[in-house]
């Protein structure tokens, strides 16, 4: 008694500390916090109560989720308020000791199979074509967007990040163009429609090799653009790609299989060809998720098998793979946008959102599958802003061991080993 009582005091210095109004109702109807809250959560057990006093706010998502803990209020005010509540840098939670590091790589070789990462990626991108089309933009790109200009609408921006990528390529007409994880084919159709591209997407989701399949038949790309229900492991090329680009997939391939990812990578890419890999990276050297609890929510609700290694551990699989980084560039905060404009579009659709998903997965499970992709956008973009997570663009070429070959004596590859071209004024693409 003597605990809980104090844990309550502690709860309420928090509360009255935060930037937002927000008000606790406890199971004994007990409110604390503020009078005029613009966020309320009615807890319905203990639980809930003493992950909110130990700042432990992955654990309050759970009870959200699976209706313990009633919410009242945005999600914007929301995170503003979990920002003030996490007791600590959840982006610093390490564990060093040796057997935490040997039972993480145990665990991320188990769950990281061919069979598992089918499942895991079902589970996530499967869940309903429907659900996402109402809160991406019309392409769905499902990937952090680029405001190169701040006045950009978020399809507009995502539209910028298709082309910041293919000018990071060098794409052009008749190339080989290799896309792993291609969603639903965003990207593909870009590089194919605009820079001319012979272009194979690969995906494990059959709701997104449905649709691709669908457009790919609809925009008349038969013959230029091609798209296969395979795992890159399993993946075979006739001859090597000019270019790659694997954007928003590594996440999901595990810390203890990066290199065999990155070597899949080098077999798949021609010498002096180059890579772009556009993925989530940690905010911290030794973590594979964020603490607080809110690595374990994404694990379970979100993304099962999903891991994040920090840029640092990342260069060091690729260089190993026989892949020199030329380029390596950190949106963090586009991301955070691009998250706050999903997390708003779903906000606006919520009411659609709910039937689509209880159509899909019966009442129950679709209310929790409401309010844990509630909870997952807006607090990703809580953690792009705050730096607990960060995305990068990495670079990187297949050296061709000639010297002589490239814009450059020792280039050995197609980057020209500067940076203009890429913003450079558009040039006549193919349409």
Known sequence: MGAMKHLLHTLQARLAALPVRLAVELPTGLQLGADHPVVTLRCRDRTSVVALATGEIGNVGVGIVEGRVALEGSMRDLMAAAAGLVARDPAHEQQNRWWHRALARTRSMAAHTLGNDARHVQFHYDLSDDFYALWLDPRRVYSCAYFRDSALTLAQAQEAKLDHICRKLRLAPGERFLDIGAGWGGLLLWAAEHYGVQATGITLSRNQYDHVQQLIAARGLQGKVRMQLVDYRELQATQPFDKIASIGMFEHVGRARMGRYFNAVTRLLRPGGLLLN????????????????????????????????????????????????VDTENLRPHYARTLWAWSDALETQLPAAREVLQAHAGDSQGERALRAYRLYLAGSALGFEQGWLALHQILATRPDGDVASGAMRGAQSVYPFKRDYIYAPPHNTPT
């Open 278 to 325: 556009h993925g989530i990276t940690a905010g911290a050297v030794d973590n594979a998720q964020l603490g607080a609890g809110m690595g374990d929510f994404v694990e379970h609700y979100i993304f099962p098998g999903g891991e994040l290694l920090h840029v640092s551990a990342v260069l060091q699989d690729l260089a190993r793979s026989g892949l020199e980084m």
